[in-house]
């Protein structure tokens, strides 16, 4: 970052020699271009005289949009989390930008794009957002307003409007790498305020560190004529495009460097990287296999990845798979000590005459609550589902109601049950997601009693009753979950395996036969463990950083993560993972509580695209130092 010494002068004027960073930039002196006609008219306004005119979008408060803020979507197979709030959001990558072919389109946010308003798309701070862009290649800077979602495209980090990249000097290039730096508008911007800004007005300091403090100036070149090119989110190079220059205010002597010069700069960058050698290529991942079903899906349980799926989100009928549900409330009444393994359950007569699949208990009979579980996830008895349903539910409506409520809790938002069997019913559904969702819920909170799907059989009134998931005695690394089947639902199968450490969920609805959805799940398996791979990139309560905290009686304190953070990656690319650490609530200053999030901690793939974000939170109270600590601190944050 080009930000200047001098704004950082302390509150008590401490005198200081001023440092003042050089800045080389090229000067073009091109004559300004007539627009070129362009194969066919567009639907949008020509340019203006001096596009470098435009002014940048000003911050200020907006509410959160309606439009394009969930908690999270996928897009291209990969899973975005949209970001609570823009607050201390730094971030460098590749940035791209759109043009007249996007003009007018509807935006992510409702909006419409306008190519030449200061806006931009990201994918994940909130809408609407502000941010100051910065070409990390010239020096340029602009503050734009984030109102739409992408890019979408391997290692992009942010999507600019037309004008906004005419402003930083990267139409020509098509993309540039940037610093993106989140702005709220109540705070002021760190860099406006200092040498770096949009126009030459002087800085608001005493007149003695005037003369020797340069201003950059930007914008102040020849204006930018219509591109050849339309530009595009897939990184298009449009036409070259007179470069803006720079200048330096009267109170320096004007400087222009020869483009051969940063030519020269530039070829030296250029054998640097060769030097440094060819990053290793990801091996190619081909398309998942076709399978014989309605819908399906293929996650990481720890990572949450998607790595394939079909009709993921259509509503599905889910047959006995409902029975994962009825497990996981009968799992959370065990849990909370509602209920024991060993309670005896009165078998009702409604349960006895249950339809379907059935564990054949008699009516009226007193049965051991882990017998009747046996029996529904096992034999997917309808008689034992019910008969636990009445236990811990009271009845089997009230008990439809605890599924709903727990579902919504475990983020199924497409799903709704009426029944404890899966027993068809209008308003009885799912969807392949969600049943993923409550597989890795199951796994990951229960698993003192997840083995209860792995068995193969179990007996019961002298009836040997066998597990109808084949893929148990097929593939050793399979170990649950769930079968189900009615005429109008097909034939389905929620799979979960475990191979080395890695484990995926399946999720295959509507199948033609037993021996479709077991080959279909096998496919799906086989084709994660092949092209992909799950690494632990850091440990829950592992120390990431030990920053000073002022006012504190100990000076310094160890933050880091409060869970596990797992990433899934092209198999053999384990090793391009790379993580970074920041403090998004510096200076740091005690009292602290414990678990408060401080600060991000963000991984990033062999492209540089982001996979996985976690909080930075203190693991101990941060407590407040004695009168004398936090007195010198006082001082000291006068210099931060």
Same mark, same amino acid.
């Given at each position: 970052?080009?930000?200047?010494?001098?704004?950082?002068?302390?509150?008590?004027?401490?005198?200081?020699?001023?440092?003042?960073?050089?800045?080389?930039?090229?000067?073009?002196?091109?004559?300004?271009?007539?627009?070129?006609?362009?194969?066919?008219?567009?639907?949008?306004?020509?340019?203006?005289?001096?596009?470098?005119?435009?002014?940048?979008?000003?911050?200020?408060?907006?509410?959160?949009?309606?439009?394009?803020?969930?908690?999270?979507?996928?897009?291209?197979?990969?899973?975005?989390?949209?970001?609570?709030?823009?607050?201390?959001?730094?971030?460098?990558?590749?940035?791209?930008?759109?043009?007249?072919?996007?003009?007018?389109?509807?935006?992510?946010?409702?909006?419409?794009?306008?190519?030449?308003?200061?806006?931009?798309?990201?994918?994940?701070?909130?809408?609407?957002?502000?941010?100051?862009?910065? /070409?990390?290649?010239?020096?340029?800077?602009?503050?734009?307003?984030?109102?739409? &979602?992408?890019?979408?495209?391997? /290692? &992009?980090?942010?999507?600019?409007?037309?004008?906004?990249?005419?402003?930083?000097?990267?139409?020509?290039?098509?993309?540039?790498?940037?610093?993106?730096?989140?702005?709220?508008?109540?705070?002021?911007?760190?860099?406006?305020?200092?040498?770096?800004?949009?126009?030459?007005? &002087?800085?608001?300091?005493?007149?003695?560190?005037?003369?020797?403090?340069?201003?950059?100036?930007?914008?102040?070149?020849?204006?930018?004529?219509?591109?050849?090119?339309?530009?595009?989110?897939?990184?298009?190079?449009?036409?070259?495009?007179?470069?803006?220059?720079?200048?330096?205010?009267?109170?320096?002597?004007?400087?222009?460097?020869?483009?051969?010069?940063?030519?020269?700069?530039?070829?030296?960058?250029?054998?640097?990287?060769?030097?440094?050698?060819?990053?290793?290529?990801?091996?190619?991942?081909?398309?998942?296999?076709?399978?014989?079903?309605?819908?399906?899906?293929?996650?990481?349980?720890?990572?949450?990845?998607?790595?394939?799926?079909?009709?993921?989100?259509?509503?599905?009928?889910?047959?006995?798979?409902?029975?994962?549900?009825?497990?996981?409330?009968?799992?959370?009444?065990?849990?909370?000590?509602?209920?024991?393994?060993?309670?005896?359950?009165?078998?009702?007569?409604?349960?006895?005459?249950?339809?379907?699949?059935?564990?054949?208990?008699?009516?009226?009979?007193?049965?051991?609550?882990?017998?009747?579980?046996?029996?529904?996830?096992?034999?997917?008895?309808?008689?034992?589902?019910?008969?636990?349903?009445?236990?811990?539910?009271?009845?089997?409506?009230?008990?439809?109601?605890?599924?709903?409520?727990?579902?919504?809790?475990?983020?199924?938002?497409?799903?709704?049950?009426?029944?404890?069997?899966?027993?068809?019913?209008?308003?009885?559904?799912?969807?392949?997601?969600?049943?993923?969702?409550?597989?890795?819920?199951?796994?990951?909170?229960?698993?003192?009693?997840?083995?209860?799907?792995?068995?193969?059989?179990?007996?019961?009134? /002298?009836?040997?009753?066998?597990? &109808? /998931?084949?893929?148990?005695?097929?593939?050793?690394?399979?170990?649950?979950?769930?079968?189900?089947?009615?005429?109008?639902?097909?034939?389905?199968?929620?799979?979960?395996?475990?191979?080395?450490?890695?484990?995926?969920?399946?999720?295959?609805?509507?199948?033609?036969?037993?021996?479709?959805?077991?080959?279909?799940?096998?496919?799906?398996?086989?084709?994660?463990?092949?092209?992909?791979?799950?690494?632990?990139?850091?440990?829950?309560?592992?120390?990431?950083?030990?920053?000073?905290?002022?006012?504190?009686?100990?000076?310094?304190?160890?933050?880091?993560?409060?869970?596990?953070?797992?990433?899934?990656?092209?198999?053999?690319?384990?090793?391009?993972?790379?993580?970074?650490?920041?403090?998004?609530?510096?200076?740091?200053?005690?009292?602290?509580?414990?678990?408060?999030?401080?600060?991000?901690?963000?991984?990033?793939?062999?492209?540089?695209?982001?996979?996985?974000?976690?909080?930075?939170?203190?693991?101990?109270?941060?407590?407040?130092?004695?009168?004398?600590?936090?007195?010198?601190?006082?001082?000291?944050?006068?210099?931060?």
């Amino acid at each position: 970052m080009m930000r200047a010494a001098g704004s950082c002068l302390s509150r008590a004027r401490v005198p200081a020699a001023v440092l003042c960073a050089a800045i080389l930039a090229a000067c073009s002196t091109a004559a300004r271009r007539k627009p070129e006609a362009p194969a066919r008219a567009p639907a949008v306004p020509p340019p203006p005289a001096n596009i470098d005119s435009i002014p940048d979008a000003v911050p200020r408060p907006e509410p959160r949009s309606a439009h394009g803020n969930p908690a999270f979507y996928d897009a291209l197979g990969k899973r975005y989390f949209v970001l609570a709030a823009a607050d201390g959001y730094l971030e460098r990558g590749v940035a791209s930008w759109y043009g007249p072919t996007f003009h007018g389109v509807s935006t992510s946010s409702g909006e419409r794009y306008d190519m030449y308003g200061m806006t931009a798309a990201h994918k994940t701070l909130p809408l609407p957002s502000y941010a100051r862009v910065t /070409n990390l290649r010239n020096g340029r800077s602009v503050v734009v307003r984030i109102n739409d &979602r992408g890019p979408f495209v391997a /290692n &992009r980090l942010i999507d600019l409007s037309y004008t906004a990249a005419a402003k930083l000097d990267m139409l020509r290039e098509g993309t540039t790498l940037v610093e993106v730096r989140a702005l709220i508008p109540t705070q002021p911007d760190p860099l406006s305020s200092g040498c770096m800004r949009p126009a030459c007005a &002087r800085p608001s300091f005493s007149r003695r560190w005037r003369a020797k403090r340069p201003c950059i100036v930007y914008g102040s070149g020849p204006s930018t004529a219509w591109p050849s090119s339309t530009g595009s989110r897939s990184g298009s190079r449009p036409s070259a495009l007179p470069m803006p220059a720079w200048r330096w205010t009267k109170e320096l002597p004007m400087l222009r460097l020869s483009t051969a010069v940063v030519t020269a700069l530039a070829s030296l960058s250029a054998l640097a990287t060769l030097l440094a050698g060819p990053a290793r290529a990801a091996a190619p991942i081909p398309r998942p296999p076709e399978v014989n079903a309605r819908a399906y899906l293929l996650i990481d349980h720890f990572s949450g990845r998607v790595l394939a799926q079909q009709h993921a989100d259509d509503r599905m009928e889910p047959a006995s798979l409902t029975k994962l549900m009825t497990a996981y409330v009968v799992f959370k009444a065990l849990q909370e000590g509602r209920v024991k393994l060993t309670d005896p359950v009165t078998v009702s007569e409604h349960a006895w005459r249950a339809e379907g699949s059935r564990t054949f208990v008699l009516v009226g009979t007193q049965i051991p609550l882990d017998i009747l579980l046996k029996g529904m996830i096992v034999q997917s008895g309808n008689d034992a589902t019910i008969a636990l349903a009445e236990r811990v539910g009271g009845t089997e409506p009230a008990f439809a109601q605890i599924m709903n409520e727990y579902a919504r809790r475990i983020g199924m938002k497409s799903s709704s049950f009426e029944n404890s069997d899966g027993l068809p019913s209008p308003g009885h559904y799912t969807t392949a997601r969600d049943m993923a969702l409550l597989a890795s819920a199951l796994i990951r909170e229960f698993p003192q009693y997840y083995s209860l799907f792995s068995l193969k059989e179990f007996m019961w009134n /002298n009836i040997r009753q066998g597990n &109808r /998931n084949g893929l148990l005695g097929k593939d050793p690394s399979v170990d649950g979950l769930k079968t189900g089947h009615t005429d109008s639902a097909g034939y389905c199968l929620v799979t979960s395996a475990n191979r080395t450490g890695m484990r995926l969920v399946s999720v295959v609805m509507g199948a033609a036969s037993v021996k479709a959805r077991e080959e279909a799940s096998a496919a799906l398996l086989n084709y994660g463990y092949t092209f992909f791979e799950t690494t632990k990139v850091k440990g829950a309560r592992e120390t990431v950083l030990k920053p000073r905290v002022y006012k504190s009686a100990g000076e310094f304190a160890a933050v880091g993560i409060p869970y596990d953070i797992y990433v899934t990656v092209g198999r053999g690319q384990a090793t391009s993972i790379k993580t970074s650490a920041r403090l998004t609530k510096e200076p740091l200053v005690a009292p602290l509580p414990a678990g408060k999030p401080v600060g991000e901690v963000t991984v990033t793939d062999a492209t540089g695209e982001v996979v996985a974000r976690a909080p930075l939170v203190p693991f101990a109270p941060v407590a407040e130092g004695g009168l004398w600590t936090r007195a010198v601190d006082d001082v000291a944050l006068w210099f931060h």
